[in-house]
């Protein structure tokens, strides 16, 4: 008589020292990129960043238990430095300004309290220039979203009781 179901992965003898060693691969590979002079990322298919190495997380100036699972969004753009100087108007954190040797650069900008990032550059994706669609900034409070003057860095609304 068959058991009607296959047997459990998990109960194969074979199965643990398998995992052993693949597990101490992956740590001898994370230990090898965190010894690098180069700054290295890996992300998943949803663009979230699933590791970062020491040279990255110095150059970030983050923890990188705080930038693994941050979503970044990639926008094609024309003008690299133009749209650098928009987000920095725009009073978002400039995460990375990165240049190869290559051609390739990547800018990365964080807005206020969020747990999402753009980035845009040269060579970091094939779309054109303005091809994104379906984008949507959020704030918490419209009025001082509204009343923000980007030239200045700061709030248009004063306060009546002073």
Same mark, same amino acid.
Request: aromatic letters at 10%; proline letters at 7%.
């Given at each position: 008589?068959?058991?009607?179901? #296959?047997?459990?992965?998990?109960?194969?003898?074979?199965?643990?020292?398998?995992?052993?060693?693949?597990?101490?691969?992956?740590?001898?590979?994370?230990?090898?990129?965190?010894?690098?002079?180069?700054?290295?990322?890996? /992300?998943?298919?949803?663009?979230?960043?699933?590791?970062?190495?020491?040279?990255?997380?110095?150059?970030l100036r983050f923890d990188r238990e705080?930038?693994?699972?941050? /979503?970044?969004?990639?926008? #094609?753009?024309?003008?690299? %430095?133009?749209?650098?100087?928009?987000?920095?108007?725009?009073?978002?954190?400039? %995460?990375?300004?990165?240049?190869?040797?290559?051609?390739?650069?990547?800018?990365?900008?964080? #807005?206020?309290?969020?747990?999402?990032?753009?980035?845009?550059?040269?060579?970091?994706?094939?779309?054109? #220039?303005?091809?994104?669609?379906?984008?949507?900034?959020?704030?918490?409070?419209?009025?001082?979203?509204? %009343?923000? %003057?980007?030239?200045?860095?700061?709030?248009?609304?004063?306060?009546?009781?002073?």
């Open positions: 008589m068959t058991a009607p179901f #296959p047997p459990n992965p998990k109960a194969t003898p074979k199965r643990k020292p398998v995992e052993e060693q693949l597990r101490k691969s992956e740590l001898r590979t994370y230990a090898l990129l965190d010894n690098s002079p180069n700054q290295i990322f890996l /992300k998943d298919r949803e663009l979230r960043y699933l590791y970062v190495n020491l040279e990255f997380e110095r150059a705080h930038v693994r699972g941050k /979503k970044v969004v990639v926008i #094609p753009v024309l003008d690299v %430095d133009r749209a650098k100087e928009f987000y920095g108007r725009l009073g978002w954190r400039l %995460d990375a300004d990165f240049h190869f040797d290559n051609g390739f650069r990547v800018v990365q900008f964080t #807005p206020p309290g969020s747990g999402c990032s753009v980035q845009f550059g040269t060579n970091i994706t094939s779309a054109e #220039p303005g091809s994104a669609q379906g984008l949507y900034l959020v704030v918490s409070d419209i009025g001082a979203a509204r %009343d923000y %003057d980007v030239s200045t860095n700061r709030s248009r609304r004063f306060d009546l009781r002073q």
